[in-house]
């Protein structure tokens, strides 16, 4: 009943920039935190960057400086500014968030399918 999907992914050289999108749909009370990971071909899924319902965020040492993460909590989105792209920023970028859909539920947390960035050298 709750969906999240990605936009935005694609094939960009190095040096350059993406903004990717996540649109949470369905039935939502509320979102708590909402964040961007990533899993490159061989490798563990590693977090990218986070941001809180009230805006605070966290970003992954190997980002910084780099991309910015943002969200409008009016419409359940979030993106995810990614500026500098290097070679190894290659992956496919997932969107996860922390999500009551009543007042009475527990907070869940939910995964959209994927988007391919891929940085060519």
């Known amino acids: 009943q709750v969906q999240l999907v990605e936009s935005g992914g694609g094939l960009v050289q190095a040096g350059g920039s993406l903004r990717l999108s996540c649109a949470a749909s369905?039935?939502?009370?509320?979102?708590?935190?909402m964040a961007w990971y990533r899993q490159a071909p061989g490798k563990q899924r590693e977090p990218v960057a986070a941001?809180?319902?009230?805006?605070?965020?966290n970003y992954a040492d190997s980002v910084k400086g780099r991309f910015t993460i943002s969200r409008d909590n009016a419409k359940n989105t979030m993106s995810l500014q990614m500026n500098s792209l290097k070679f190894e920023d290659t992956a496919v970028y997932y969107c996860?968030?922390?999500?009551?859909?009543?007042?009475?539920?527990?907070?869940?947390?939910?995964w959209g399918q994927g988007t391919q960035v891929t940085v060519s050298s």
């Open positions: 996860t968030a922390e999500i009551r859909t009543t007042y009475r539920s527990r907070w869940s947390g939910y």
């Open positions: 369905g039935s939502i009370f509320g979102i708590n935190t």
């Open positions: 941001i809180t319902s009230n805006g605070s965020t």
